[in-house]
């Protein structure tokens, strides 16, 4: 019965190890086509340098070919990455496209590859082998689903950005994603060479190429049982088009395609979306991590080290930064001590995001030097400035939209968890312990912003104002020394900004600097120990609330040019009038038109 | 949507799956039969059963032009064969995409359906993937365009009624060094076909042969049409002829630049050149052109001048030599099964291997020791629009 069947079978595994050499890059948003030229590569040399199965017998001869192909193209996918891992989307797309292509013509005008003829290779591989070698693959892939190195990935994909802010070094996971395509590529091309006799620089064009990545995302790219069943439908729909009887000829692709135009149109996220995925919440992992709330830094976790009170944190002397002639931000000297929460308002306009974006390292300034928790701003990369503790939340909320709400806080604790791939391919019980200590720390930042019942929500379907408090929970789930929040009141309601205010009191009283940009006064007077004023990019004003509501020229920069609002800032200069006036007094935004909003301005404002 | 989508899908797998079963089934039921031998012999041998055979052709893909003359070609003997009494045959075409695994899967096939004989694939890449599975079972091959060398050698189930280029070749420089007096030549190629490069590799050993010199050698892309660049380099060295291997997308752009570039001297090409279009769409640049093939278009044997009157008359076109070839082949299978009147498989591979001096399309036709075709090669130029035999 099997044997019947092991050609296609055959062909599904070998297809489905293809498309996972694509899956492997998708899965972390890059769109590569150089994954023919890697097939290429490793399978020629493979073929060529492995001993014949009559001298060492087939097994061993297979096994030293796919050794040598894996390494290959592996170390293809590092030269090639090394200099184009900075390229995103269709570039990177072109570019890989052209180093396939230039290994097929190179590869074409060998002696030793045979040149168009082909080399010859002895058949070795059973549908057992393929099927053998699939199955690890697959089971990669699986493993890195759940852990910290899949989730990384994972974010990188959804918003780099972000993924950069919350400590991933992205350059790096993006060559390891890529490596791991060369690699998987290379025993495509091996397993492809020991199976269909005879290669040719043209099994591995362009049209490969695309039908690789077609394998891949038909299946479903999020998903890692995708690319086995993007092999087995491309596969298995010539088979059903014989078995029925349809014609030989050109009606058969075209209707081929048409049935790849459908899965395409109903089904975008590929096959895969057929298969319900389920978020794991752990049974317990709520409670455990209820009864460990407020004891700092969960058990499993990497501790951090936090500046004691009182010592400085950043430290900005005559910082700016240019646009074109522009100045955004203009020479702000500025210290912010551990522990303080300190307010940053102004006017629109006035260079505050600018400032906060140079501070954790998004924005290289233009002159003046600035050293945030020991790290000399300007040289250091985002994710390492991320990795001295610094954790923020953005303007316009950049979560990982795809992922669960949990998934996403799991991303935010990527500096405090242990890497768990490599242990978790092999079942050891720390790897568990490890992955269960994050989970702890997710749910105890989701509970903290009181989004815990929302964990298994996609982030994007979440409403505006939980969308706010689930960046600032990932934001805590790095365990930071200074937190960073960039307008995170903004479209909250009165009620909602009220435990806004609540739970950033509450977090300050656990010793957590924070620095925050809001333009809901009210709110930032009631909460902030000091108030930074900036206007035309320039320190106007410092100090405690109370003085800054007092201060004439904060009055005539920022409120003055409407009397209600320099009426109510007023009465907030006194203590009783403080408590009186209503958290959104004054601000520039209307409380009851939060829920008609426009959706978020989501061009960055700064080149990053 | 979702429910009804997996419906669809679980319903397709489950046709799938009754289907093959049923096919499986099938095939088994013809070898079991046992009704594949007959009585009688020649023309009066009368099999009962059908007599199932499978054909691999590159109807759609890089070769389908190739593929769908040897379609025509391959349904016109069928027809034909179908109007004699005692055998029928049972012929499946199949696509191969030109494709190597849709090739090893349709010969997979086919060899479990109990086909008798496989015809097939178009290209030799494919042949050389392929083949090997039908000689592990037992099953006779009988390739129609195969011309790479070593195609034969995977087995002695394993023949080719093509010509290898390494055949016609030869007697093409030969021909056209005695017609020329050629001295020296530059010689151009596409290096990224594998057909197109044993064509060179031919070209060049026949030269050498031959004592011709070979002043300069141009590589090019089967997917180039501008040539003139490479044509003005030629030009520079001045040679007494330009010989090339290319295929026939790539010679018409060829020819007609080179006349356009003043460029005289004779053009010789290979079996790519051995088309009907070569005239229809270079037009007068062909003419002077000498083409080196295994099928004479304009030989007046009976056999040839009733395929070509055939031929014409079925789908109003001149057939090519891939028409021809794969018309000779049903034709010679017919010869096969008819010698021994049995269709079973190793009956066929000993009936093949003894075919001799039988009058074909391609003229008397014999399988050799290495069951290689063996029948005269001719060499043509193009005179006044048409083919005609160099003298």
Redesign the interface.
């Known amino acids: 019965m099997l044997d019947e069947y092991a050609t296609t079978l055959t062909f599904i595994a070998l297809g489905a190890i293809f498309a996972y050499s694509f899956y492997a890059v998708l899965i972390a948003g890059q769109l590569s086509l150089g994954q023919a030229g890697f097939a290429a590569l490793s399978a020629f040399a493979g073929a060529y340098l492995a001993p014949s199965p009559t001298d060492v017998g087939d097994v061993p001869a297979l096994l030293i070919a796919v050794a040598i192909g894996m390494s290959v193209g592996a170390l293809a996918a590092v030269v090639l990455g090394l200099p184009t891992m900075h390229l995103r989307g269709v570039f990177l797309a072109i570019a890989t496209l052209g180093f396939a292509e230039a290994v097929r013509v190179v590869l074409t005008n060998q002696e030793w590859t045979g040149g168009a003829q082909g080399l010859g290779v002895p058949r070795v591989l059973t549908v057992g082998m393929a099927w053998l070698a699939l199955g690890l693959v697959a089971y990669w892939f699986w493993r890195m689903g759940r852990s910290r190195y899949g989730r990384a990935l994972e974010a990188i994909r959804e918003d780099e950005l972000a993924a950069r802010a919350m400590g991933i070094d992205v350059g790096r996971h993006r060559l390891a994603a890529f490596v791991t395509a060369g690699a998987v590529a290379g025993l495509y091309g091996v397993l492809y060479a020991y199976y269909v006799r005879l290669i040719a620089p043209d099994d591995f064009d362009f049209v490969a190429a695309v039908e690789g990545l077609v394998t891949a995302v038909v299946g479903g790219s999020t998903m890692f049982l995708g690319p086995i069943l993007g092999s087995g439908f491309q596969t298995i729909v010539p088979e059903i088009q014989r078995a029925v009887g349809v014609e030989a000829g050109w009606i058969r692709p075209f209707l081929a395609s048409l049935l790849l135009l459908v899965v395409i149109l109903f089904l975008p996220g590929g096959l895969a979306s057929l298969i319900r995925r389920r978020t794991r919440l752990p049974a317990g992992a709520a409670d455990d991590a209820r009864a460990d709330a407020g004891e700092g830094p969960g058990r499993g976790l990497a501790g951090r080290h936090h500046p004691a009170a009182g010592e400085p944190v950043v430290s900005l002397s005559g910082l700016g930064k240019e646009y074109g002639g522009v100045h955004a931000v203009r020479g702000v000297d500025l210290e912010i001590r551990a522990g303080e929460v300190v307010g940053l308002i102004g006017p629109n306009g006035a260079g505050k995001t600018t400032l906060v974006n140079m501070i954790s390292g998004l924005v290289p300034p233009s002159s003046g030097t600035a050293t945030v928790l020991g790290s000399t701003i300007g040289r250091t990369p985002v994710h390492r400035i991320a990795a001295a503790g610094v954790s923020r939340t953005f303007q316009h909320s950049k979560l990982f939209n795809r992922l669960s709400a949990l998934e996403n806080v799991l991303v935010g604790a990527h500096l405090v968890s242990r890497p768990t791939f490599l242990r978790r391919l092999l079942w050891l019980p720390s790897a568990r312990r490890d992955e269960r200590a994050a989970l702890r720390q997710a749910v105890r930042c989701l509970d903290r912003v009181g989004l815990a019942d929302r964990a298994a929500a996609r982030a994007e379907a979440l409403s505006y104002g939980d969308q706010r408090r689930l960046e600032i929970a990932r934001a805590l789930a790095s365990d930071p020394s200074l937190l960073i929040l960039d307008e995170p009141a903004a479209g909250m309601n009165h009620v909602e900004a009220a435990r806004l205010s609540e739970l950033i009191t509450s977090l300050a009283r656990d010793g957590l600097t924070i620095l925050f940009i809001e333009h809901n006064v009210g709110m930032v007077l009631q909460t902030c120990t000091r108030v930074v004023v900036l206007n035309f990019g320039e320190v106007i004003a410092s100090g405690a609330p109370g003085e800054i509501a007092a201060d004439p020229a904060v009055i005539e920069a920022y409120l003055g040019s409407d009397e209600d609002d320099a009426g109510s800032a007023g009465s907030g200069a006194t203590a009783a009038g403080r408590d009186a006036a209503p958290p959104d007094a004054v601000t520039n935004l209307t409380p009851g038109a939060a829920g008609t909003l426009d959706t978020p301005d989501t061009t960055p404002r700064n080149p990053t | 949507?979702?429910t009804k989508?997996?419906t669809v899908?679980a319903a397709?797998?489950a046709?799938?799956l009754l289907?093959?079963c049923g096919?499986?089934e099938g095939g088994e039921d013809t070898s079991a039969s046992g009704g594949l031998t007959g009585e009688g012999s020649g023309e009066s041998c009368t099999i009962e059963g059908e007599v199932p055979i499978g054909a691999v052709?590159s109807?759609?893909g890089a070769a389908a032009s190739y593929g769908e003359s040897q379609q025509r070609g391959l349904e016109l003997a069928a027809a034909e064969l179908a109007e004699n009494d005692g055998v029928t045959y049972d012929l499946t075409?199949?696509?191969d995409?030109t494709d190597?695994?849709?090739a090893?899967?349709l010969f997979?096939?086919f060899v479990?359906d109990g086909a008798s004989l496989i015809i097939g694939p178009t290209l030799?890449?494919a042949a050389?993937?392929a083949d090997?599975i039908a000689q592990d079972a037992g099953v006779p091959v009988l390739g129609i365009s195969n011309t790479?060398a070593g195609v034969t050698e995977i087995g002695d189930y394993i023949f080719r009624d093509s010509l290898t280029e390494q055949a016609v070749i030869p007697q093409t420089i030969a021909a056209a060094t005695e017609q020329f007096g050629l001295e020296d030549v530059v010689v151009m190629y596409s290096?990224?076909?594998?057909f197109?490069?044993?064509g060179y590799e031919a070209f060049s050993a026949a030269l050498e042969e031959e004592g011709v010199e070979v002043s300069e050698t141009i590589t090019f892309s089967k997917s180039d049409t501008d040539f003139r660049a490479l044509l003005t380099q030629a030009q520079e060295s001045d040679p007494d002829a330009i010989v090339v291997s290319a295929l026939i997308e790539a010679a018409v752009p060829l020819v007609t630049q080179a006349r356009e570039l003043g460029i005289d001297v004779p053009i010789i090409g290979g079996n790519g050149f051995n088309n009907p279009r070569l005239m229809a769409d270079a037009g007068e640049a062909a003419e002077g052109v000498v083409v080196g093939a295994a099928w004479n278009s304009s030989s007046d044997n009976p056999e040839n001048q009733a395929f070509l009157e055939a031929y014409e008359a079925e789908y109003d076109a001149a057939p090519d030599q891939f028409a021809a070839q794969a018309y000779t082949g049903l034709k010679l299978v017919d010869q096969a099964v008819r010698a021994n009147c049995s269709a079973e498989r190793d009956s066929i591979q000993q009936a093949l291997g003894e075919i001799e001096d039988v009058p074909t399309v391609l003229g008397e036709f014999s399988i050799d020791e290495n069951r290689d075709a063996e029948h005269p090669a001719v060499v043509q130029v193009v005179e006044n629009g048409s083919f005609a035999v160099l003298e």
């Open positions: 949507m979702r989508l997996s899908a397709g797998a046709a799938l289907a093959s096919s499986g052709l109807l759609t075409i199949e696509d995409q190597p695994r849709q090893i899967t997979d096939e479990n030799s890449n050389i993937q090997p790479a290096n990224d076909d594998a197109t490069e044993s």
